[in-house]
């Protein structure tokens, strides 16, 4: 008869199952931290593969590798604190600003300055191209003007002076180049117009007391738009004039930054509360939350939906990423085999050919013979763990110490206590221990004795461990500390049981007075 392994108990449930958004969300695994000494302020993909990301800390600007998240590239010919730099449609080229007023473009490869802006008084804190016409590059300055430059003269197009206050977020319009959206320290968003030099709508009021506008974003299809002001997220229909749709506040502190996901279903933002919120652009509902170490500054999430990069007020860079799905892989490569037949439908997303991808693993291998004949595959035997091997051995000692490492679960520990039980092997596994290996039991058992899952069990060993060992008890700091621990924990236990006891008596005689007093 084969060995049968140690079974692990299935407990009901704590907490309500996390839903497939939820889930989705929770595949970003993997994070990279990667620590500067000055707050990273910027961070931005590339749009075309190789998704390159320029990171903007200190007086540089830092091209990060997308797979490996090594750094690439530094540009770093700043006289003062960089800001927003911002990698063109084509991957070919970097722009950014710096608290001198300077406007800069870059090549990324040679890191060779091409063209340089300098009409800005005060620093320049947003530069971008323009998405449509790669010859534009957009930047918003805190001497509350925003500019429109020509890269290949060299010279501002429009100068825009309708703020009242620092400018410190906007972008061109991705489905119309004459539009910009701006947002202000005077608390308001302003739709600028090149073709007429004049703001064309104003959102927002510039009354006192109103917080500054940190960010704004504009959907791809141009009809509504995001801002955020302190700790509340607002949705503008720009087809009705301006106005407000939605107003939400999900957020502690103010929301510093926010991002869409590839396919601008998704919005997230992030603020000073360290905290990221994933919206629901249909119904703008908190779909997940994410955690971070510090306030975070800055929010971005690649063109395909693998890797979500945060800027952080410490100088910590987080990279979480997550892996393609079988279904992504199986479109990506049906879409680059249609693009060498030269289907025209490849066209829309000629970008995305010659990413390059990790076939899955088994992928490569050639049917032999006829392919209609009956194939008998081999069963795989399973494979023990090493807990299991222990017991299979008889090594009782050696199974317990197994399912005691930190990276163990709970329920796989008292799974194993309970097949130690009914072998009347728990003594033979707990017997001849120092205060070094005993230790280990007694805080397995301090946390977990008033669990409703191990409670039982739990205080069934508890007896045998001080059964066994109670001749050596004051004999070790170690031990005397996580026994005086599991002492307080059944303490408190036992005062909130007749606590519960009490209720359920003044309950009870409620009740029952409603039952009499209705009859």
Known sequence: MDYQPTVVQRHARLTKPRSPESGYWRTYKHPVFIKDFAPVTSIHFAPTAPHRYAVTAATRVQVYAYRTQRLTKTISRFQDVARSGNIRQDGKLVVAGDDTGLVQVFDINSRAV??????HRQP????????????????????????????PSQSSITTFTDHQDYVRSGLVSASNPSLILTGSYDSTVRVLDTRTGVSEMIMGSAEKGQ?????????????????????????WDLVAGGRCLRALSNHQKTITCMAFDGKAARVLTGGLDQMVKVYDVATYQVVHTMRYPAPLLCLAVSP???????????GTLSVRRRDHTEAELSALDARKEAAKQGVWETLVDFEAIGEGTVKPKGANYEVLGDQNELRVEGRRRKRLRQ???????FRYR??????????????????????LIGRDGLRRALSGRDDILLEPIVKLLAKHITDVRFGE????????????????????PVIDAE?????????????????????????????????????
């Open 114 to 119: 091409l063209r340089t802006m300098n009409e």
């Open 457 to 476: 069990l739990a205080c069934e060993v508890a007896i045998v461990v001080l059964d066994m060992y109670a001749s050596v008890v004051g004999l070790s």
């Open 387 to 393: 807990y299991d091997k222990y017991l299979k051995s």
């Open 124 to 151: 320049v804190h947003v530069t971008r191209f323009s998405a449509l016409d790669s010859t534009q590059v957009l930047s918003c300055s805190d001497d509350t003007t925003v500019k429109l430059w020509d890269i």
């Open 483 to 519: 026994l005086a621990k599991l002492r307080s924990k059944v303490e408190d236990e036992l005062k909130f049981q007749d606590e519960l006891t009490q209720v359920r008596g003044a309950v009870e005689m409620i009740l029952s007075t409603s039952v009499m007093a209705a009859t």
């Open 398 to 419: 050696d199974a317990l110490d197994e399912v005691l490492q930190p990276d163990i679960p709970p329920v796989t520990a008292f799974s194993l206590i309970y097949e």
């Open 211 to 235: 917080a500054p506008v940190e960010d704004v974003l504009l959907f791809p299809s141009g009809t509504l738009a995001l801002s955020c002001s302190g700790p509340i997220l607002k949705v």
């Open 304 to 314: 395909d939906d693998t890797h979500i990069a945060a800027g952080m007020s410490d």
